[in-house]
């Protein structure tokens, strides 16, 4: 059998399992513990971060281990919507988005926010222009993937975050599929929040 389904997942490289392997066995502690076992995993954790942030180009302290990339883009996008209600109740994403960015939508639709799916043009690409025209006073929050995870178009983060820093909103980006693939800094990108997920880089799931 071959496997044609990379972007789905990957499998995890040899190196990242025997680098692993040890913190299943001897150094198998809490990283939230005091005592040697914890601190030796605390350790470990913290260097991945540094290596993940540098990656990137992010500060160690913006790096979140969550359950992988539906949990983060749950805490992105639920998380501003959240802590910004008081100052506007408007969203913006696009149509294309995965379900996992969707579905967080719809429910925050429910839940009494505005939402405005963009729409994309023949070659799947987001129009600026459509998305300055969607911004209003009340938009706290745009999230607009970085590739799409069917088409793999890759969308012009850098041009829309321009304009949402121009709005004063929060822009998140779900970078699950260019994460690993493509060269990504955070600050070239402009964005304020970035989802990402190991899996798809030969890396553990998660």
Do not use: W
Request: aromatic fraction near 6%; proline fraction near 5%; hydrophobic fraction near 40%.
């Amino acid at each position: 059998m071959i496997y044609l389904d990379y972007n789905a997942t990957t499998p995890c490289d040899p190196r990242v399992v025997e680098a692993m392997l040890p913190f299943f066995r001897e150094h198998f502690g809490n990283p939230s513990s005091l005592h040697r076992f914890g601190q030796e995993a605390r350790q470990a954790v913290e260097k991945a971060r540094s290596v993940i942030a540098r990656s990137i180009g992010a500060r160690d302290e913006e790096i979140v281990f969550t359950s992988g990339g539906t949990e983060s883009n749950n805490l992105a996008i639920r998380g501003v919507a959240q802590a910004l209600r008081k100052k506007g109740n408007h969203l913006v994403t696009s149509s294309i988005e995965h379900h996992a960015v969707l579905n967080v939508f719809r429910a925050l639709e429910k839940e009494g926010f505005a939402v405005t799916y963009l729409p994309v043009d023949r070659e799947g690409l987001v129009h600026p222009e459509d998305l300055r025209k969607a911004l209003r006073p009340e938009t706290i929050l745009v999230s607009i993937m970085h590739a799409n995870n069917e088409t793999g178009v890759i969308e012009p983060i850098e041009e829309l975050s321009r304009i949402v820093r121009e709005h004063g909103a929060v822009f998140h980006t779900d970078a699950v599929q260019t994460v690993g693939k493509v060269p990504i800094q955070v600050d070239d990108l402009g964005v304020d929040l970035l989802s990402a997920s190991a899996h798809k880089f030969y890396g553990p799931k998660g």
